[in-house]
């Protein structure tokens, strides 16, 4: 396995167009050996994009990538035997015993025979399903799929990982349990590339990359990210009547985003000096009491909500 410091890849200015449309515009990233990197952003941002080119499924239109020290547009099929992919459908097959997927998936990745048993056998016991080699993959619930899923991904043993919506449709248990796997795996040396729409687990990852409209607006750590909304601000509003509150105050032009939780009006806005004496105003107005109104610290969620509103005003015409 590569060391720590290695990149395992490398993204320098990555443009892709289909047609008229620009999906990825200007992308350069790097990812470590040992270190688990998100990819985050709405359907259409552009991550599909680049880790089909990561994959060396599609070619970029311009810019460079390597994956492990392999240009993807080179030589796309000598990077396909350096990965392992797993997305939210799971490709596995529901009539084959679980050690029978895992021995269709060796053969698919041309490990030699003399080593297969001994990668089942070590994936097996990593991902918990030594007692359930002998059971059909149909029979099992929605996190042993899952990980029998991860199983079949790694059981070449590959230096990076990619893991599409991997945690999608089970239980918090189970993407909780999932994510230590998934920690044992970088442990051990590898680079993950993760996407999730579950903002919650953007805080598991070591470095993040937020992505709106085919562009990177975004790139560091979770708590770095966290310290960079400006003028931006998130705010929590108690009052008696928070209904009341949002339908006073959803239509400011400084807000770029409001919602109840419980007794609280959670709040982002934009230029918060500026403005937070008209939210007060606007309840006084409305005879809405103001039991307290505090700056909240920002989730990852939050961060990306700013960021992508300030990329579509930048964009504005």
């Known amino acids: 396995m590569e060391g720590r410091n290695e990149n395992v890849i490398e993204v320098q200015s990555l443009v892709k167009t289909f047609g008229n449309f620009t999906a990825v515009r200007d992308v350069s990233f790097q990812v470590e050996a040992g270190t688990i990197f998100g990819l985050l952003g709405p359907n259409g941002a552009g991550k599909s994009t680049v880790i089909r080119i990561l ?5 970029p239109t311009a810019g460079q990538a390597k994956v492990a020290g392999i240009d993807v547009t080179a030589r796309p099929e000598a990077v ?18 679980v050690e029978e ?7 698919i990745y041309g490990i030699p025979k003399d080593q297969r048993e001994q990668r089942k056998q070590s994936v097996l016991k990593m991902v918990g399903l030594e007692g359930r080699r002998r059971t059909f993959t149909h029979d099992l619930a ?27 449709g089970v239980d918090p248990v189970a993407r909780r349990a999932f994510w230590d796997l998934i920690y044992q795996l970088a442990e051990s040396g590898r680079a993950l590339l993760v996407t999730t729409h579950y903002m919650d687990e953007a ?17 560091g750590k979770p708590a770095a990210l966290k310290k960079e909304l400006g003028s931006y601000a998130v705010l929590r509003l108690k009052s008696p009547d928070p209904t009341g509150g949002m339908r006073a105050l959803e239509n400011k032009p400084y807000l770029v985003d409001i919602s109840v939780t419980g007794q609280d ?17 606007t309840c006084r107005r409305n005879n809405l009491p103001i039991i307290q109104l505090e700056t909240l610290e920002p989730t990852v ?17």
């Not at 396909?80 to 015993?97: P, V």
């Not at 799929?145 to 990982?161: G, K, N, S, T, Y």
């Not at 805080?203 to 790139?219: I, K, N, Q, S, T």
């Open 55 to 59: 994959c060396g499924l599609l070619k």
């Open 80 to 97: 396909r035997r350096q990965i392992g992919y797993m997305s939210q459908r799971f490709s596995l097959y529901n009539d084959l015993l």
């Open 101 to 107: 997927n895992l021995d269709f998936f060796s053969g």
């Open 142 to 168: 929605g996190g042993w799929r899952q990980r029998l899923a991860l199983a079949c991904a790694i059981v070449h043993d590959p230096p990076l990982i990619f893991l599409d919506e991997p945690t999608s």
């Open 203 to 219: 805080e598991y990852c070591d470095r993040l990359g937020l992505m709106h409209g085919g562009r990177l607006v975004a790139l």
């Open 265 to 281: 009006l959670r709040l982002i806005v934009r230029e918060k000096e500026n403005n937070i004496g008209d939210i007060s105003e």
């Open 301 to 317: 969620g939050d961060v990306f909500m700013v960021l992508a509103d300030s990329s579509s005003a930048r964009e504005a015409p």
